[in-house]
């Protein structure tokens, strides 16, 4: 069974930086397409940002683009949001996912149980 893990959240300040932690665990033991979404109170589930299997591809939501970097690590099945110069708006719960392909993580099949993010300004 596919579990996934995130990490790193709590409080920043407005302009600081935080960086969130994903690993991927059970399943098979091919890689995963990771990615990010968030949810703030009241707001719909946003698209934040996904990496490719390889690490070769990477797209983003254009509410982040230029101030979150997503990455893979090491260990198969890793990935990072490093969330640079965040904004009191990018308070949310932060989930993790996974998916075979890139092309459909925005409707992934694998999702952690998320991770607060509180922005203060």
């Known amino acids: 069974q596919v579990q996934l893990v995130e990490s790193g959240g709590g409080l920043v300040q407005d302009g600081g930086s935080l960086r969130l932690s994903c690993e991927v665990s059970?399943?098979?033991?091919?890689?995963?397409?990771m990615g990010w979404f968030r949810q703030a109170p009241g707001k719909e589930r946003e698209f934040v940002a996904a990496?490719?299997?390889?690490?070769?591809?990477?797209i983003y939501g254009d509410t982040v683009k230029g101030r979150f970097t997503i990455s893979r690590g090491n260990a198969k099945n890793t990935a990072y949001l490093q969330m640079n110069n965040p904004k009191p708006e990018d308070t949310a719960v932060y989930y993790c996912?996974?998916?075979?392909?890139?092309?459909?993580?925005?409707?992934?099949?694998?999702w952690g149980q998320g991770t607060q993010v509180t922005v203060s300004s």
């Open positions: 059970g399943g098979t033991n091919s890689a995963f397409a």
């Open positions: 990496i490719g299997r390889y690490g070769i591809t990477t």
């Open positions: 996912v996974a998916q075979p392909n890139i092309a459909t993580i925005r409707t992934a099949n694998y």
